[in-house]
């Protein structure tokens, strides 16, 4: 991932800018310094149009994106066009047109790409997916629309993105990474991203006028890996001190990611301030009202300033004033008080809420509060304080249980229906598309209904294709969505034509772990990532213990997926779902391999012992290899873009360690090994990973186990966290570049296994 991918503003620039940026301030007695138009981003040069309207009736950012997201030949066959909302207010757009010559109109550039989406997956019957694409099978002349065909948006809000996603999917992605998703997510007719790449920059100015330097500061935030959870006043300076062109460059980046959804007419949501501060700030800020808030999984939580006391104001307006400086304005803020066990003490809730709020409507009038409804929150105490017509709850919790009443709970608060399918990035596939069906569809029919959107917040974006194409259907189809048609649908156009092994795949598939219930909201992980146990049945302790649907589903998936007919094995779709389908299949496969071990080390049986734990590391062997021939299952490309963002060598260690800490290790001993530990939390079944860290895990676990059966003495005893730390400070270098044939280490993946319904 080269430096050359993101803006690259000099270290000596940044510090000019952002001295200069303090010195006026202090110069002016007040925030109104820190209000200086943000510095522009130089435009990229305009190509030609795609579009044959008129210069006024253009659309130039769905042009360029269009350009980015089709081959030339392909994309000048549009032409995008504005177009009105709803009598409701509601986006909306319509497709027609004549082959070769197809026009969408649309209430946004968004809008408008979302209806080329619409077109693509239902006209031209092709996938362009989060990942993978079928493009390779759009014909030279694109069929035209024998109707046109209109579709409203069902709801207002379709907002994207969890607080976590920027650690989990990589939080040293590139600008082209980061416009990609923007594309995609248009494409699929989302309106309101979550925006954190850079979310430290407007802490680090402001807090500088409060009697911090830069070094404290510095030291006091986390690596980027871990900002997710400092921004929920979680945890801090883990993965430290951060550097100050990092800081510069990621306030660049996030600037050109706000720009960019703005241009599409989508809502950066940008993180809002409620009264994280550093420790000691009431020394420094005669009159602040100050509650530590203890710890949060072994981390030490940045303290709490009361919003209702006199000194909150002054720093939520050098916050909002700095922010607006490098991000610019935005509608939809997003802010989680008290998260996952913050301690209110002798603050008035109702009161803080209140203040929180007069605060962003003081620099930003009218602006939502978005707040993530988890657990308990936010909370009736929270919501009194507020004005309501004002926040939107995007709902966490969504899929995960019965009887939920979201109306009474929230007392009619406009929400989003929610789902977070996928917890810490993990490489499982499936979700539970029947209760979002069905919950959006009753939720929306209830009297003086307040949903008002969806909203799609796995702990990581971008690792399941099927489930993030479904749940964002829910928002535009005008009909209730049928599960059957739609996966036999999406079957046929995610790999470009009709193919009877292709759609028995994702038959099979929909009835396995797309037919998943509340009993969780993921499905299970496998456990050749799970620290080594004879009793292991999970990796991360808070995914499901058990399998969530049969096993033989995959297994009869990837049997029927070998089977499709070869021309249209040449699509990156095709060679993804392939790869991850024969992954999930080898994940699956290890909880029955493990009793099996577990049973034979039982009984004392040597030579079973061994047959079965070296058919173990020959599916350690396969994983690595099969997931080794497709690029989004490198660990090489996961820490060589952490590394590309170091000034220097110390630097690129420190940001290698925030990234491999984050997917095994977590953090420190203690967030490790307490009771719900978060070790293995983001496991994920990588290329590089599994060679270097998961196999000599467990290898040395069975090598302790094999010396007791033939001495008869104890199983060593193995200090875990040790080892693990001691992994996560390495900086071997692993591939970047997938290697391998896919459809090769698929079939023998297929050859290893027992067949679908064996008894084993």
């Known amino acids: 991932m080269p430096r050359s991918d993101r803006p690259r503003p000099s270290l ?12 006026l301030a202090a110069a002016t007695g007040g925030a109104a310094a820190l209000t200086a138009p943000r510095p522009a981003v130089a435009p990229e040069p305009a190509p030609a149009a795609a579009s044959t309207g008129s210069a006024h009736t253009r659309v130039p950012a769905a042009e360029a994106a269009l350009r980015r997201l089709l081959p030339p030949r392909h994309a000048l066959q549009f032409t995008l066009l504005p177009g009105p909302r709803s009598a409701e207010g509601q986006d909306r757009f319509t497709v027609s047109g004549r ?14 790409l979302a209806g080329v989406g619409w077109y693509l997956r239902h006209v031209a019957q092709v996938d362009v997916g989060w990942p993978g694409d079928s493009l390779d099978a759009l014909p030279d002349v694109l069929p035209g629309v024998p109707q046109p065909v209109t579709r409203t948006a069902l709801v207002r809000h379709r907002y994207a993105l969890n607080d976590t996603d920027e650690g989990y999917a990589g939080a040293y992605r590139t600008w082209e990474e980061r416009r990609r998703q923007i594309d995609l997510l ?19 100015a402001a807090l500088q006028r409060h009697g911090y330097t830069a070094a404290e500061l510095r030291a006091w935030i986390p690596g980027p890996a871990h900002q997710s959870w400092w921004l929920l006043q979680n945890l801090s300076a883990f993965g430290g001190p951060v550097g100050e062109q990092l800081i510069e460059e990621r306030a660049a980046l996030g600037g050109r990611v706000a720009d960019e959804l703005r241009a599409l007419g989508m809502t950066p949501v940008l993180p809002g301030y409620f009264g994280t501060v550093p420790p000691g700030f009431a020394d420094r800020n005669p009159g602040a009202r100050v509650h530590p808030q203890g710890t949060w999984a072994g981390f030490a939580r940045p303290d709490w300033l009361d ?8 720093l939520a307006a050098d916050y909002y004033a700095a922010q607006r400086a490098r991000f610019g304005d935005s509608s939809m803020y997003r802010m989680s008080p008290l998260h996952e066990g913050g301690t209110a003490a002798s603050v008035d ?16 009038p009218g602006a939502i509060w978005a707040v993530l409804g988890w657990q308990d929150d936010p909370t009736r105490e929270l919501l009194s304080g507020v004005d309501t017509s004002r926040m939107l709850i995007v709902d966490g919790m969504s899929e995960r249980y019965e009887n939920l009443d979201r109306e009474t709970s929230w007392a009619h608060t406009p929400y989003a229906l929610g789902t977070i399918h996928n917890f810490g990035g993990h490489t499982t596939i499936g979700a539970n598309t029947g209760v ?18 969806i909203a799609y917040m796995p702990e990581a974006a971008g690792v399941d294709p099927a489930a993030f194409a479904f749940f964002t259907d829910l928002a535009w189809e005008p009909r209730p969505l049928d599960r059957k048609e739609w996966f036999a649908a999406y079957a046929r156009r995610r790999y470009g034509a009709e193919d009877g092994y292709a759609a028995a795949a994702w038959e099979a598939l929909r009835t396995g772990p797309y037919s998943t219930g509340t009993d969780s909201a993921q499905p299970q992980d496998g456990l050749f990532t799970a620290r080594p146990s004879l009793t292991a049945n999970r990796a991360s302790a808070w995914t499901p213990g058990d399998m969530r649907y049969p096993a033989a589903s995959v297994r009869t998936a990837l049997d029927a997926l070998l089977k499709v007919a070869p021309r249209l094995r040449r699509s990156s779709a095709y060679r993804y779902d392939l790869v991850d389908t024969a992954r999930q299949a080898l994940a699956n496969h290890s909880r029955v391999l493990l009793p099996q071990i577990k049973a034979a080390y039982g009984a004392e049986d040597l030579g079973r012992f061994r047959l079965l ?38 630097e690129r260690d420190r940001y290698e360690y925030d990234v491999r800490s984050l997917l095994t290790i977590w953090g420190t001993r203690t967030a490790a090994e307490r009771p719900f530990s978060l070790h293995d939390y983001a496991n994920r079944e990588w290329a590089g990973l599994l060679e270097e860290f998961y196999a000599p895990r467990w290898a040395r676990y069975f090598a302790s186990l094999d010396r007791a059966l033939v001495s008869g003495a104890a199983p060593e005893a193995i200090d875990w966290y040790a080892v693990e730390d001691a992994w996560a400070h390495r900086t071997t270098a692993h591939p970047t570049e997938p290697s391998g044939d896919p459809y090769a280490l698929a079939r023998a993946v297929a050859d290893a296994l027992p067949p679908a319904g064996a008894r084993t």
């Not at 000596?12 to 010195?23: H, K, Q, W």
């Not at 790449?197 to 680090?204: C, M, N, S, T």
């Not at 919003?307 to 002054?314: I, S, W, Y």
């Open 436 to 453: 979002w069906l069905r919950r959006f569809d009753q939720w929306r029919a209830e009297p003086d209904s307040a949903l008002t959107g």
């Open 613 to 650: 734990v070296g058919e173990w590391q020959r599916d350690e062997r396969l994983l690595a290899a099969v997931t080794g021939s497709d690029r989004h299952f490198l660990f090489g490309r996961w820490t060589a873009g952490a590394r590309s963002w170091g000034a220097d060598e110390a």
């Open 99 to 112: 082959a070769g010559a197809v026009v969408v109109r649309g209430s946004t550039p968004a809008t408008v």
């Open 12 to 23: 000596r620039a940044g510090l000019s800018a952002l001295l200069a940026l303090l010195a």
């Open 307 to 314: 919003p209702a006391g006199p000194v909150f104001a002054a």
């Open 186 to 204: 248009a494409l699929h007719g989302v309106n309101e991203v979550l925006v954190q790449v850079g979310a430290e920059y407007p802490y680090y």
């Open 349 to 364: 809730v109702k009161a803080a809420a209140g203040a929180v709020q007069r605060a962003l409507d003081t620099a930003h």
